[in-house]
């Protein structure tokens, strides 16, 4: 027989067993993803309940299924007769010091880990070269000497409380409350409606940090939520400071998040405007769109 047609004999069930962990993979997505659902609307009013646990029944025995398939083509593989070629690294095993003899599978653990790091790195320098993010701010040499303009972080604290002041009138069920523990820099303390509170640091104008808390949890600049949706909504809040932000307009850029914060009061009511359901994973939509502020869960967001 050809040694070809061979070695495909041979790989064949390995490609079997790797189709049907696959396969029991995607199920085991499909079951947890509908278990987050939980009930949804066209499951009708009538019996919903029982027709949920029917369906999470009907998918949890096709995972059962699958699991059998899985063991039962494992069962099928053989051990390799002959050893795998190492390379150089096969001199290793020749290693009589009973610290070094597991030295093989460090030296692969650490090969296929600088592999993943140097592909993250490629990926990263390829998207911030595609994005501006610092923040500051560059002016262009002239001839003629010009007068520098106030950066966002060098604002004097009237102004400040001025600004802070008239967004607050503008944004209804949010109260703000203003506080200088750090000699002459802001921090506020924001509470939208009864679902969340943030603490805000500021340099200037410019918002340095931001924490999101639960109503009744203690606020602080230091711990994060000990509750998953509002760890989430403090990241997105992050990453909306750096979108919003304007170093030649600063008050604008604290008022445009502002009022992306305040979006958040119907946290626990909104729709994802994505897929239509209030819960996704068991969490409800916790991006904001910049533009619309229309509620998207994470994995909906456009």
Known sequence: MNPNMNAMMAVEPLYIALSSIKTLRANVGIAFDGLGSGVRSDHGDDGKEAKFLLELQDLLTVVNNNLRDVEQNINNLQPPHNPFSLGNSGYLSHEYAQDRQALYNQLVHSYKWTDKLHDYCNLAHAQLSQNSLTRSYTYTASVKRRRIPTSPHNVQPQAVDKVITQIDRILPEMSVSITRPFASNVVLHVSVGRVLRAIIAFKGLLIEWIIVKGFME?????????????????????????????????????????????????????????????????????????????????????
Request: charged letters at 25%; a positive charge; one cysteine or more.
């Open 218 to 302: 203690t606020l602080d600049l230091w711990t994060e939520s000990r509750f998953k949706v509002f760890r989430k909504v403090t990241e997105n809040a992050n990453a909306a400071v750096m979108r919003f932000y304007m170093p030649t307009m600063p008050d604008v850029s604290v008022k445009n998040f502002l009022t992306w914060l305040h979006s958040f009061n119907t946290l626990f009511s909104d729709i994802c405007k994505g897929c239509g359901l209030h819960l996704r994973n068991a969490m409800p939509p916790t991006w904001r769109e910049f533009r619309t502020l229309e509620p998207y869960h994470e994995e909906c967001k456009p």
